[in-house]
């Protein structure tokens, strides 16, 4: 890291004393994070580091801040455990720990024993009767079972696990030297190692699940007998405390908060999200150690080798410019990644343990069986501690017990789960709007409102909004979420109805008087004005406009003359999609859908563009993915202003490195003879527009200097507002805002870009849907939404879903032989083919297949590359979500070889990010040899989905996407969406897996049945 010239030195906190720290931290945070983030605290003998971008660059830099600290006191206490060491000692005995704590091994053996864990401890709890505290009497005895099971510490019981634990802790934390706690720590410290030698005995005659019998089974050299024990001291330190303190903060949070208390017993897939911002607004571990490994510079201050720093979790998780009102609990608050498990090199091992612990079993089982349960009036509870918080007691009451034996409690366990009410209701439901928010909506709608009747209603004669009219022509494999959404409609209880505007043919009163519920999902479309001078000259165009055409959009049906040079003013996604379909020829677009004569006469003159944004390289808006497929282009040269690719190494930064793959920059030759000149402006504004009747420049700031481009138009591309002569638009400005859900009151709801502001993609248009559906159900469980109404009957002039079926039926027999389709361009076009019975609709060729459909001949292989499990997971969900619908077999990529991919197959590859930015080590050795030996693999198909955590924000996915790339370079082709997952977000990979998987196989399988 290099060091600035304005680094400061450290402010002195001397106003910060340890018994107000233990009592309330958070006010003091909150002023520290305001002065910065980063102090020398006196009182405490460290630098406190308390803001979350302080935070996050601490962890993801091991080399500077190390968390082998030199006379450390937790080494001292419990022995020098993997906690305590640097990548690669850290990573040998990470390893070894890994095993027992894999998704699989949670999921498939774990959880089942904290039931019966749960169910005991919840029989004593019943026992005691009301009055009894949460934490004393459930949480901690439950946890310290749990523990002793995962570790397979049988001849301790639960409170000498408690005892051990508690006392271990105390010593890591005793700053003040107090002899009475060094010596209770020796006691436990001695305890533990005869129990441990006992139990290692014991394992090797009796081989179980648990961590112990995992260490002496390893296929790795046995772990030295010390190495063991501070590792087994340091698990039992962090195994029982934190799952203890994180149940017992939800049950109080729940138990303070009855609005959202209602919401997860109608939802208990709720409980993970309750688990989740629980340990956001209290972490569990509020703070731990690292130790500088030399001089550098965080947040700006100046910092020595050898400091010692305290990392805030505490503080860093109640960020405000993370979270808005990040003091309060609020399990509807949009998902951010919070750092309660750490993150980097030490993230925690038992995270899935604890989350199936608390979430899973521990919280419905209390919250199912107690019924009344409220905090003892007599007795008022007591939260404490900094360096770990959670709750010193909840002494709590109920009125009566659901008996145990009654059946299993309701228990989440991510998916959608709902109530009997819900799946028995016949809501009449209205969607505005069939772009991917409305089909999302209404598809998650009816898996959780099997007798709904959804109406989708659209103000086109086709279905689709952005995805047909958005999204690039060239981008087909993101555009076949089409074809699940085709699906939606095969079900007799969702119509479309095309060809209907509301506030034109059907008013917005009307429409909440014919429905039950009403989901507005009618999107955002006018193009956001810069508001500069010299907007409105002839030669300024929207991107919005642009895209359209280029869709083939009726309403667009005039071809922009954008003249030799073209500045295109913005840096996100649609930008460059712009970009790229304004650089590329019509070679290019090969099996797109882009009407030929637009895209020529559109690009005809064009041999220069600018592209122009005002944030740094790093923070820009766009996609790498999106900015290395660029460099695939032959003939053009990029050229890059305002960012120095030198100054940051490479792997550092995911755009960075995307933009030195690009032809013409960083050394990268260009291929073939140039013809066209791609300048990028980076930390530039766009100040007027020159010109007398029409575009002839534009004036940029740039570092301090105005330059001036000349140009012949000028392409807006800073995002999209709402349209103001849309009725939709009219009706929201009389209504009360929506709430973070999309819940304006019950029965009206908002979705989608509408929703949004216009941001966020197709994907998290599924996601919120989800969240949306949930919404929705609960309102219909509580009887906020009674089912009384009948729809509304479409009018005559409507189009219904065989219309769509007749016009793409159409479009794909019109289609050229390099084009998909031909686009149908005017609502003439569109509404006589609608109703033009004569076109026979032919359904082999509306998608080869869908959810539960077979995929015909396609054999499948599943790839996956892991590290610590989850692909594993989501490989074997799916494997088990297609059988029986196409041949499919599952394989580890650290089992096989390039070689072994056969052109017959396709595959479907999961692949997680470790390091920093590197693929998981299980797939490297195929990865080393795709790289090393470059086979051919010409004919191989492939999908790829990465798993990864968008808080790494420089390398997110980055691993995936370095096999997919590898993959390529030796000729294989990759097909379909290229899949997410976001390990810091609320959805759970199999879940996005699946959907996505729908997506690329329904194409594989059209593309293996079309004649070649
Ligand atoms: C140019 C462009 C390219 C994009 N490319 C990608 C991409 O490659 N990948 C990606 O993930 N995301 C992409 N996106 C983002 C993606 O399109 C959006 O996330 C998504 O379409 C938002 O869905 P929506 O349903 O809210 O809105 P829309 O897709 O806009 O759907 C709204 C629908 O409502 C209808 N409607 C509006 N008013 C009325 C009314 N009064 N009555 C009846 N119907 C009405 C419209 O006709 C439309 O069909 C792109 C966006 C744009 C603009
Ligand atoms: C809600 C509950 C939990 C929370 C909030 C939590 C939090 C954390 C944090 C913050 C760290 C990193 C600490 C540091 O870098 O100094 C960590 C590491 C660790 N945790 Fe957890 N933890 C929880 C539950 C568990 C459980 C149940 C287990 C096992 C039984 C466990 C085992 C571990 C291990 C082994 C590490 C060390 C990982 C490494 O150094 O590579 N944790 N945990
Ligand atoms: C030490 C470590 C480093 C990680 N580095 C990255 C990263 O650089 N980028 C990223 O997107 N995700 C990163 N992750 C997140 C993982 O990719 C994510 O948790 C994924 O679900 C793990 O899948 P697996 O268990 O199959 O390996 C990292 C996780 C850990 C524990």
Redesign the pocket.
Known sequence: MTTPLTARPAPVADWVDIKTLYDDPYPIYERLRREGGVHWVPSVNRYLITSYEAVIATEHDQETFS?NETDSLQIRAMGHS??RRDDPE?YRE?RQ?QSV?KPNAVKNVWTQTFHEKGREQLARLIDKGPGADLIWDFSAPFAAEC?KS??GLYNASAEDLQRWSQTLIDATGNYADDPDVWAAGKRSFDEVDVALDEMLEWHLHNRDHSLLSSLLSSPEEQMPIEKIRA?IK??IG??LN??R??LGVAAWAMLTHPDQRKAVERDPALWSTVFDET?RWI???GL??RQTTKRTVLAGVELPAGARLGIC?LSANRDESIWDRADEFDIHREVKPHL???KG???????R??RA??ADVALPLLFGHLNGLSIDPDNAPAVGGWVFRGMLSLPATWHDVKPLDAGPVSVAVGGVTPSQTETEACPHVAIVGSGPAGCFTARELSRRLPGARIDLIDRLPVPYGLLRYGVAGDHQGTKAVARQFDRLFDSPNVRFVGNTTIGDQVAFEDLRAGYDAVVLASGVHADRALGIPGETLTGVWGAGGITRRLNGHPNETETPTLGRRVAIVGQGNVAIDVLRLLSVRSKDLEGSDIDEAVHGALTRDIDTLHIIGRSSAEKARFDPVMIRELGRFSGIRHCVHGVELDRVPEGKDARLDALRTLPGVAGVEVDGTVRMKVDWWFETVPEQIDGQAKVEGVALRHGGDVVSLEVDSVVTAIGFVPDPENAISRALAELPSASESGRIEAGLYLAGWLRRSARGTIPDQRTDARALAGVIGADIASGDIACTRQGLAPHVEATDIDGWRRIDQRERSDATPDRVRTKLCTFEALLSSARDTSIVIDRATDGAAGEGDSLGDLSVSILFGTESGNAELVAEELEQALEGRCTVDIADLGDIEPDDLAPERFYLIICSTYGDGDVPGGANAFYQALRERAPDLEGIRFASFGLGDSSYAKTYSRGSELLTEALTACGARRIGEYGRHDASGSLSASDVALDWAEGVLVLAASESSTPA
């Open positions: 968390a993997m906690l850290h990470r720990w704590f523990l995962l570790l590792n340091m698990s962090g195994g934190e799952p303190d994180a340990i972490a569990p571990i731990y150690s979790i309660a498990f750490s090199t030490h993230v925690c091992l038992g995270a343990a604890a612990e608390v």
